[in-house]
């Protein structure tokens, strides 16, 4: 499970709100707290209401006032400046989680919607481009309080991809020490719900790509029921389905009737239109769903 947690902070009180959280990864997982702020090229004077850092002086005054609350609440955490000025901040984030051997990256994400809602504006899904560690995304509503997490509730969702076994091992991990129920999720396209890079041939033969969709679907769901089952007999509560259609209405659906508190998903690293649909993924899920998002990067040489 997680160990070393990375918490960037750019001193406002919103990106703070990732706190109660990181508490609570704290007492479950008994991991170290690590916090850094990057010193920007030109930075505003001003974000999100509050005063922005402007110099190395100031990150390290406010990163050890941090760390002082974080000690009342009974964390010990560490702190860094990054004191060379950047304007690429979301790869130097990525970059200091691999040097620093970091695990898991806590980020806030804004309750508002588009891009705006990211508290390092896209940083939060450029910081899933540029490195290889898992990103978890703490939504804050407009008054900059972060949502419910016991986690109490996990859906997972899987597909028939690499990456996946790193979603259903985390996950699996953390509901047996939470004690929180785990729901896996695949969600097997229709020919209309395809995405960019399956579609063309998709196209082409039509009723070819049906009769594949309806045999993957029967094969998945056999997958899924062997992992619950393997999830039962380890203790942990489990249950699952597979699902047809678009995967972001599919992912809200059931994380609202399970009322789930954390959503767990994988990237695979996708190029040209690809990539974007990937993106999209990640922003669609995250925009609706009030809950805590983990993402797991794609598997990198």
Avoid at 258 to 281: F, Q
């Amino acid at each position: 499970m997680f160990k070393n947690l990375l918490v960037p902070l750019d001193g406002s009180q919103l990106a703070e709100s990732v706190i109660p959280v990181v508490r609570r990864l704290v007492e479950l997982c008994g991991c170290s707290v690590k916090l850094l702020h990057v010193i920007e090229k030109r930075p505003p004077s001003s974000i999100h209401g509050d005063t922005h850092l402007q110099d190395v002086r100031g990150a390290e005054k406010y990163l050890a006032a941090v760390s002082s609350r974080l000690e009342q609440l009974g964390i010990k955490a560490s702190s860094h400046v990054h004191t060379v000025p950047q304007g690429d901040i979301p790869k130097c984030i990525a970059e200091h989680a691999e040097e620093l051997d970091q695990d898991l990256i806590v980020l806030c994400t804004h309750g508002s919607s588009g891009v705006k809602r990211f508290v390092f504006g896209t940083n939060a899904e450029q910081v899933l481009t540029h490195g290889k560690t898992p990103v978890m995304l703490v939504k804050a509503d407009l008054k900059g309080r972060p949502p419910r997490f016991g986690p109490n509730n996990i859906v997972a969702l899987l597909e028939n991809a690499p990456e996946s076994a790193l979603v259903l091992t985390g996950c699996g991990e953390l509901a047996k020490i939470s004690g929180a129920g785990l729901f896996l999720l695949y969600v097997v396209p229709t020919l209309s719900a395809m995405t960019p890079g399956e579609a063309p041939g998709g196209l082409l033969v039509p009723r070819t790509t049906r009769l594949l969709l309806d045999l993957e679907t029967e094969q998945t769901l056999e997958k899924m029921h062997e992992q619950v089952k393997e999830l039962i007999a380890e203790g942990i509560e489990a249950d699952g389905t597979v699902r047809r259609g678009d995967v972001v209405s599919a992912v809200i659906g059931v994380a609202q009737k399970k009322e789930a508190d954390l959503v767990a998903l994988a990237t695979r690293g996708l190029s040209g239109i690809g990539a974007m649909w990937e993106k999209d993924l990640v922003s669609g899920i995250s925009g609706k769903f009030d809950g805590v998002l983990l993402v797991f990067p794609a598997l990198k040489d």
